[in-house]
């Protein structure tokens, strides 16, 4: 046994000490010589220990900063242009071996395949790299991408986009190649590309896409011609019914009879231009938890004077983030709220109904809808009209959006929709007003 006097005691406690001083500055050291996964965030933050780590301190920072904003820059350039210099892609991609590659092909041949012009001139595009994380030879970016452009097929308005890109590279001699760039487009939802889809695998997905897609762009085509030679018959008033479905509220017995109110179409417009691509924070954010799209297409909605509905079996309505109803923020359950609360003088909220791309009108809202199911909500925010001279929403061929959608990732203004869907699955839905 140790007899512990004042000396012993004092040697203990400064060995004790040294130990603790020594684990504490080891962990920094350690994470800084690359004996742990080097991460390097944008925003100077402190580490447990009270110590800054700064991106620009990272050895490769330069050289993997200039290669994203280029590689950035080159994708930008070629949706703009509708086209891929094979020449420069080969600065990024392994060509033959690069499923990123294909799609970005495919997402051309799309856009080219559609009746519009969707090419842009960019007007201004900047790069936000958020975090860049190092481990054994490959480098995991997360960046913000935002570009401001002009569509061929838009007239005298600009469009905007912020897209969240997360985007894998390997280090290759004194450059990089792109191994994976995910920027959450419903496109490559749509056709199940992973982040471990082989080359032959996307390659064949495309294929079967393309000639589908073009099928359908004909038809389309033929439609909208059809409706077109009687233009009377696009003239859709705020307060006209058309296609009413469901109707499966039932009516408050002995209520007094609810008087209609005009949506505020202008109203919801501005809304939307002021919060699309800043979330308004009087609400909850539901980017991280599934998608903030009905949440703000619903705000659109209120703002434009659409009355909140907490009465009968479908309801519409937001307090706060633990006291809401379901159909405020969920594309689908917003679907059947729509469908089946039929506002009329006795029944409270909104009236709504579908239509077609013809009669819509601003304010109105668009959603995909997949196997019966609703899966996003988009805001109406202006069109397209290149083949008509009876008025811009008489005569139009598509329709310009605004959307929230996952993670920051999507937030868009005045984008045409065909550039993210066509076809079957776009269903449009026209806002008449609501009754309260």
């Known amino acids: 046994m140790i007899k512990l006097n004042f000396k012993n005691s004092k040697r203990i406690f ?16 350690a994470a800084a010589s690359g004996q742990t996964n080097n991460v390097i965030d944008t925003k100077e933050k402190s580490n447990s220990f009270g110590y800054l780590r700064d991106i620009h301190s990272f050895k490769n920072y330069n050289r993997l900063t200039d290669f994203l904003n280029s590689y950035m820059d080159f994708i930008c350039s070629s949706k703009g242009n509708l086209s891929i210099d094979d020449k420069e892609a080969e600065k990024y991609y392994e060509k033959d071996k690069s499923v990123e590659y294909i799609y970005l092909d495919y997402t051309i041949k799309r856009r080219l395949a559609q009746i519009d012009d969707l090419s842009y001139k960019i007007t201004n595009h900047s790069v936000d790299i958020k975090s860049v994380e190092e481990k054994n030879d490959l480098y995991y970016v997360s960046l913000e991408d935002y570009t401001k452009m002009k569509y061929g097929c838009v007239k005298n308005q600009e469009s905007e986009e912020l897209v969240y890109h997360y985007i894998i590279l390997k280090s290759q001699k004194e450059s990089f190649k792109i191994v994976v760039d995910n920027d959450y487009d419903e496109l490559r939802e749509e056709l199940g590309i992973t982040d471990n889809s082989t080359v032959e695998q996307v390659s064949k997905k495309v294929d079967d896409a393309l000639k589908k897609e073009k099928k359908e762009i004909t038809r389309e085509e033929q439609s909208i011609k059809r409706n077109y030679l009687n233009s009377d018959n ?63 297409t619903s705000q659109c909605l209120k703002a434009g004077g659409i009355v909140q509905d907490n009465v009968g079996n479908y309801t519409w309505y937001y307090n706060n983030a633990n006291n809401r109803a379901g159909a405020w923020s969920s594309a689908e359950l917003f679907r059947q709220y729509f469908r089946n609360n039929v506002g009329s003088h006795d029944i409270k909220g909104l009236r709504a109904g579908g239509c077609r791309l013809s009669t819509t009108r601003l304010g109105d809202l668009v959603q995909r809808v997949k196997n019966g199911k609703a899966t996003h909500t988009m805001f109406i925010c202006g069109c397209v009209n290149n083949i008509g001279t009876n008025g ?18 999507g937030r868009l203004w005045n984008v045409p929709l065909k550039t993210k869907y066509s076809g079957k699955q776009v269903k449009y839905i026209h806002i008449v007003g609501s009754f309260y």
């Open 392 to 409: 811009d929403w008489i005569q139009k061929t598509d329709v310009l959006i605004a959307q929230n959608s996952t993670g920051v990732s």
């Open 234 to 296: 696009n003239n859709i008033s705020d307060d006209e019914d058309i296609e009413i479905i469901g109707g499966g509220e039932v009516p408050c017995v002995g209520a007094a009879s609810f008087s209609y109110h005009k949506y505020n179409r202008n109203a919801a417009y501005q809304y939307a231009f002021k919060y699309y691509r800043n979330p308004n924070p009087a609400y909850v954010n539901f980017e991280q938890m599934g998608g903030n799209c009905t949440n703000f």
């Open 14 to 29: 400064v060995m004790i000490l040294g130990f603790i001083l020594t684990f504490m500055f080891y962990l920094p050291v």
